[in-house]
């Protein structure tokens, strides 16, 4: 099975103030992706990479999020500004149909 | 607009008996089906997935069963175990490998 690690794990922010996560795949696969999960509701997905390249971003809020994978393996995703309802944890996952998640980054914006 | 439901918040079942978890669908272009455990604090953990053109998919303890025209599946877990105590996800993906999730029913088993 794949592996995923994400840091920090956890992370408290002010509003209107930046953030930024990682995630390393421990294993390599083409394909990763960034979801939000909002408290009681299901991940949903945000950005899809092949390689370096974004395949899609139409949830993406591009106006404060932004993304990138470099050199086909690591990615970072930012927020800046963070607003109230970023408010969520944040989750790296790669793989096909069958998708392998990290642990997470949970982060609060106070 | 849901495109994958989980109508059950929660279920509560006892130790040794049957846990059925329950999930439907809207999009007919979906043709790969998954479950995910959730502990707290963690990430998903990927279970058990059926493909459109398989009607049931056995993996120990767990089976899943898909039932196209009416857009449903669902998940068996026999025997339930204490351990299975978690929110289970259902997601459902096309082609592109987008996974859309439902809300999660959360499971709790009792000994």
């Known amino acids: 099975e794949a592996g995923v690690a994400q840091s920090p794990r956890y992370k408290i922010i002010e509003k209107r103030q930046s953030v930024a996560f990682w995630c390393n795949p421990i294993s390599g696969h083409a394909t990763l992706y960034w979801y939000q999960q909002i408290l009681g509701q299901g991940p949903k997905l945000l950005i899809q990479?092949?390689?370096?390249?974004?395949?899609?971003d139409s949830q993406l809020p591009k106006d404060r999020f932004s993304a990138e994978r470099l050199k086909g393996v690591d990615s970072t995703l930012k927020i800046q500004p963070a607003k109230l309802e970023d408010s969520a944890v944040y989750l790296c996952?790669?793989?096909?149909?069958?998708?392998?998640f990290g642990p997470g980054t949970r982060l609060t914006v106070l | 607009d849901q495109q994958v439901k989980q109508n059950s918040p929660s279920l509560s079942v006892q130790e040794g008996r049957i846990s059925i978890l329950n999930c439907d669908y809207t999009?007919?272009?979906?043709?790969?089906f998954l479950w995910y455990k959730k502990y707290p604090a963690e990430g998903p953990t990927f279970l058990i997935s059926i493909s459109s053109i398989k009607d049931k998919n056995e993996d120990g303890r767990f089976t899943v069963f898909l039932n196209k025209s009416a857009k449903h599946l669902s998940l068996h877990i026999v025997p339930s175990q204490p351990g299975d105590s978690a929110v289970y996800f259902c997601?459902?993906?096309?082609?592109?490998?987008?996974?859309?999730f439902g809300k999660g029913t959360l499971l709790t088993v009792n000994p």
């Open positions: 990479f092949q390689n370096n390249g974004v395949v899609d």
């Open positions: 997601a459902a993906t096309g082609s592109n490998y987008k996974l859309t």
């Open positions: 996952a790669i793989g096909g149909n069958e998708q392998f």
């Open positions: 999009n007919s272009m979906f043709d790969y």
